[in-house]
């Protein structure tokens, strides 16, 4: 008769993906994760599988908890400019917040040469992110709100500012980011 798990599996992997998230893949061994997670080494492996295969669970439990819910402002009927806007405006202030940086950008700089999976999870990601500023982007064109007949283009620059602005936030240059955030909002037409 098999043993039944004497904890949470999701509440121990909420710590995984903590303990990732702060030290990365590599700098993360087994024993910390048995002493973070607080279960032996036979109940790791015997509920996650591998230290890799844990890693990518901790990188999806993130992805769905943080990253692609904070995109659901974005995504509502006849979301336009403004939601844009706020979604900038939060984005910024959440780096004062995330001394780590973000997990996924962190997962794919030590990676992402390495893992195919962490490559998919971040096309994911971005094609998300880029995909729900097109529709609010286009939503404002729309209405008069904004000027640009690209805005596809400009949904895939907001990606790759918003990437800028997760290092520069980890670095902890807050009025850099608040400078950026201005430039944004005056080509955005606000």
């Known amino acids: 008769m098999a043993r039944s798990c004497k904890f949470d599996r999701e509440d121990k992997l909420k710590l995984a993906m903590e303990l990732f998230w702060q030290?990365?893949?590599?700098?993360?061994?087994v024993a910390d994760l048995v002493e973070h997670l607080g279960i032996n080494r036979f109940s790791l492996y015997n509920?996650?599988?591998?230290?890799?295969?844990?890693?990518?669970?901790?990188?999806?439990?993130?992805?769905?908890?943080?990253?692609?819910?904070?995109?659901?402002?974005?995504?509502v009927e006849g979301a336009g400019l403004q939601q844009v806007i706020d979604y900038l405006e939060q984005f910024v202030?959440?780096?004062r917040e995330q001394k780590y940086g973000c997990f996924l950008q962190n997962a794919l700089l030590e990676m992402s040469l390495e893992d195919a999976v962490?490559?998919?999870?971040?096309?994911?990601?971005?094609?998300?992110?880029?995909?729900?500023?097109?529709?609010?982007l286009t939503h404002a064109r729309e209405r008069g709100e904004l000027n640009s007949d690209?805005?596809?283009?400009?949904?895939?620059?907001?990606?790759?500012?918003?990437?800028?602005?997760?290092?520069?936030?980890?670095?902890?240059?807050?009025?850099?980011?608040q400078q950026a955030l201005?430039?944004?909002?005056?080509?955005?037409?606000?």
């Open 93 to 95: 202030a959440l780096q």
């Open 150 to 177: 690209n805005t596809e283009a400009l949904a895939a620059w907001l990606l790759l500012q918003l990437q800028g602005i997760r290092v520069l936030g980890k670095a902890g240059l807050h009025q850099e980011l």
């Open 118 to 136: 962490v490559q998919q999870e971040s096309r994911h990601l971005f094609d998300s992110i880029k995909e729900a500023f097109a529709k609010a």
């Open 47 to 75: 509920t996650y599988g591998d230290k890799l295969n844990l890693y990518r669970e901790a990188l999806r439990l993130y992805l769905q908890q943080n990253s692609l819910p904070a995109l659901d402002s974005l995504r």
């Open 23 to 29: 030290k990365g893949y590599a700098a993360t061994s």
């Open 182 to 190: 201005s430039v944004m909002r005056a080509q955005l037409g606000r």
